[in-house]
């Protein structure tokens, strides 16, 4: 199965997905049946209807992404570049070796509300050579947008349903839990300093993993901007000794997006992640949620790529907006490049 990878800052590709092929299947050797609940599962009480996360007709639901403050901490995409009369933002970045500009949506997406909201993005940043804008999971465009811009099948977001059968684990994977829960505990975290303990780890995630100079080379700040949005949750996994893992995330609607997580070497000597993501199962099954995982980087690993299937029982397609401005510049701008039609501005595909 092909996966998509989505970098700001340098364009963005897009592969189609089959869309009726189960993503899973009980295979020999799986064991049937739900985990036991983990006896150290700690979940904070979460009231719906106070927190005002669902959208209604008379109160559409605003994109957190889109706030001047959380783009600000995505500076190592691009700066912040507000719309002229409506409260949303987007992300402005150069063009090398040019005078020109062009722009990104929030990472790791813009939530569409309706048609306004595309509307918006057409009319309010025509200063910007393009616009790339990734939506959010499960938005499907009218025919009413897909005659004003292009717009393309982006990625397959990883989803949890609880209302749908949870995916069978394997006996190795399902051994991993069970140890990791019998040594560890899952816990939401509500202060503010053990919140932005996730800032450290990540600074060491970076460093391993090779992340400086790229898309996910996240400062500080991003992680300030996440703690102050307004449903924000942060999650540990933690032995008597110190963390394994850290998540954060956002619940927006019916949704747990889940932004980064973040395993320890401690961590991995004994699979915290396994843990973290046993418990934000339980998490989002007690409180009425689905979870959102995420996509699949191009750079991804096999072992990424079964990880992450392991956790999800459904699909939710992502959709690109793909905003031209200056037709004229851009496609000067693309003379002379690789001719793709999986990138998109064609301009910043390098070989």
Known sequence: MLF?????MHGISHTNYPMTKSLYQNAA????????ATTALRIAHIDRDSMNVRQ?????MDCPFSSTDYLSGLSNIGNVDQHPEWPLAVLRRGIPCTDHVDGVGPWPYRWITDDHDIDMLLEGFRHLVTLSVVTHPGWMPSQAITAKTEIRLLKQ???????????ALSRRAHRRVMDADK???????ASDPER???IHLYQQLKLRRGFTGGLFDMPPRHFEAISRLPNAVFFQVRDNDSIGAMACGLIINDFLQVLHLVTT?????????????????????????????GGMPMSGTKGLATFKSRWANAFLPVHLLCIVNDAATANQLAAGRASSSDYFPRYRHFD
């Open 4 to 8: 998509n990878y989505v970098d700001p």
């Open 29 to 36: 050797g799986r064991v049937a049946g739900a985990l036991p």
């Open 56 to 60: 209604t007709a008379n109160h559409p």
């Open 157 to 167: 977001h990883y989803m949890f349903d609880p209302a749908k059968p949870t995916p």
């Open 183 to 189: 040594r560890g505990r899952f816990e939401v975290v």
């Open 196 to 198: 932005l303990q996730i």
């Open 265 to 293: 070497e401690h961590g991995l000597t004994w699979n915290a992640s396994y843990l973290m993501m046993h418990g934000l199962q339980d998490y989002v099954r007690r409180h009425g949620l689905r979870l959102l995982t």
